[in-house]
């Protein structure tokens, strides 16, 4: 498996979750990557991105609830979830922040927010 999220779990309405990812391709550190949600009968969605730089880009229904970050020396990615909210909920997955067709998906983690 070349890419590994995992922290998942079910919360309740304003609660906290991080997810980690561990990527084990090539050249991660020169990778932008994202953390991307699927909702049951959604299509999958870019949640936020961050560049081999540092620098985020977030959507706008999570901007100031979630935090992305990454740690190139062990080749991971984070996603800091707080105040979630019902809508959040879905299978979470890391990947490339450009996507090409035919990329691989690793298996995301389920993200469940209810009370």
């Known amino acids: 498996v070349q890419l590994q999220a995992s922290g998942g779990g079910l919360v309740q309405p304003g609660g906290s979750l991080r997810l980690s990812c561990v990527d084990s391709r090539s050249d991660f550190s020169r990778n932008a990557m994202a953390w991307y949600r699927q909702a049951p009968g959604n299509q999958r969605e870019m949640v936020a991105g961050i560049m081999s730089g540092g620098s985020a880009t977030y959507r706008d229904s999570v901007k100031g609830r979630f935090t992305i970050s990454r740690d190139n020396a062990k080749n991971m990615v984070f996603l800091q979830m707080d105040d979630l909210k019902s809508e959040d909920t879905g299978v979470y997955f890391c990947?490339?922040?450009?996507?090409?067709?035919?990329?691989?998906w690793g298996q995301g983690t389920q993200v469940t927010v209810s009370s």
């Open positions: 990947n490339n922040f450009v996507l090409y067709r035919g990329i691989r």
